[in-house]
T-cell receptor, first 115, second 114 residues
Framework: DGGITQSPKYLFRKEGQNVTLSCEQN?????MYWYRQDPGQGLRLIYYSQIVNDFQKGDIAEGYSVSREKKESFPLTVTSAQKNPTAFYLC??????????????FGPGTRLTVL | AQSVTQLGSHVSVSEGALVLLRCNYSSSVPPYLFWYVQYPNQGLQLLLK??????LVKGINGFEAEFKKSETSFHLTKPSAHMSDAAEYFC????????????FGIGTKLQVIP
């Protein structure tokens, strides 16, 4: 079955540590996205990538980094510079291109808790 | 800047009653609008989307939404609520201009009372 997988489902981190969240898709999509979800705030865009080896900052990129070395993979690193990293992180992908009606498909999410 | 406003962060309905979740958008150009549903600790799933082809859009699970330009609204409805409809619903908007930047509302949690 085609889809998006995120791992792990739950992640605990000590303050000061970097942690990497995995996102893999087998939908052959060009575009991939990372969102952060906090209660009562909806989804906020962290980073997006329209094509391999290229990515752009979203609305809340500070304290995060990404890479896009393969079409299927778009890992997100939460660095120690992120002041409040406890949240639910969602990865999404879309076929890409200029169409704004292109549907984004979401993974199941990773819940990160900083101890 | 594009934005959507979802009126009511929590909505409760009785099983079998009409579901109405409100969404208003701000726009100076024609928008493209989406409704997503999220079950607890899961990702978002597309319910339906408006792409200017028809103002009344039918989606999955018996949901539909009507685009009303004069009211800048895209409210989500379902004639009869089912217990399985209990979830959080997000309205979202995007505009033309290359990359698909989608702006999400803050979400509305729907509770269905037996």
């Amino acid at each position: 079955d085609g889809g998006i997988t995120q791992s792990p489902k739950y992640l605990f981190r000590k303050e000061g540590q970097n942690v990497t969240l995995s996102c893999e898709q087998n939908l052959n999509h060009d575009a991939m996205y990372w969102y952060r979800q906090d209660p009562g705030q909806g989804l906020r865009l962290i980073y997006y990538s329209q094509i391999v080896n290229d990515f752009q900052k979203g609305d809340i990129a500070e304290g995060y980094s990404v890479s896009r070395e393969k079409k299927e993979s778009f890992p997100l690193t939460v660095t120690s510079a992120q002041k409040n990293p406890t949240a639910f992180y969602l990865c999404a992908s879309s076929s890409g291109g200029p169409s704004v009606t292109d549907t984004q498909y979401f993974g199941p999410g990773t819940r990160l808790t900083v101890l | 800047a594009q934005s959507v406003t979802q009126l009511g962060s929590h909505v409760s309905v009785s099983e079998g009653a009409l579901v109405l979740l409100r969404c208003n958008y701000s726009s100076s150009v024609p928008p493209y609008l989406f409704w997503y549903v999220q079950y607890p600790n899961q990702g978002l799933q597309l319910l339906l989307k408006y792409t200017s082809a028809a103002t009344l859009v039918k989606g999955i699970n018996g949901f539909e939404a009507e685009f009303k330009k004069s009211e800048t609204s895209f409210h989500l409805t379902k004639p009869s609520a089912h217990m399985s409809d209990a979830a959080e619903y997000f309205c979202a908007v995007s505009y033309s201009g290359g990359y698909q930047k989608v702006t999400f509302g803050i979400g509305t949690k729907l509770q269905v009372i037996p």
